[in-house]
């Protein structure tokens, strides 16, 4: 059962922008968004950004000063605004969420593909 959704991928050229937003199902609001990842083929998944319901922000140096992740507490979602997109930016990004209990929960992914 889906229970973190993303969305707002797409194709675009380098140095455009994209915003991908996570949101919980209906049956899942005690998880909270809290981070996202990215994953290529082959790869492992990759750290990106993470939000704390406090307003405190992390970013990966592969993005920080380009990504800008916000969390909306009310309703309950996560964003990830993405500035000035690499060739390199190119995956499928994962919203990971968490409950209370640190069970930690994924989205299936939304895939940003930047052009060469």
């Known amino acids: 059962q889906v229970q973190l959704v993303e969305s707002g991928g797409g194709l675009v050229e380098p140095g455009g922008s994209l915003r991908l937003s996570c949101v919980t199902t209906r049956s899942s609001t005690s998880i909270k968004p809290m981070a996202w990842y990215r994953q290529t083929p082959g790869n492992q998944r990759e750290w990106v950004a993470s939000a704390a319901a406090g307003g405190a922000t992390n970013y990966a140096d592969s993005v920080k000063g380009r990504f800008h992740i916000s969390r909306d507490n009310a309703q309950n979602t996560v964003s990830l605004q993405m500035n000035n997109l690499k060739p390199e930016d190119t995956a499928v990004y994962y919203c990971?969420?968490?409950?209370?209990?640190?069970?930690?929960?994924w989205g299936q992914g939304t895939q940003v593909t930047v052009s060469s």
């Open positions: 990971k969420g968490s409950n209370r209990y640190s069970d930690v929960f």
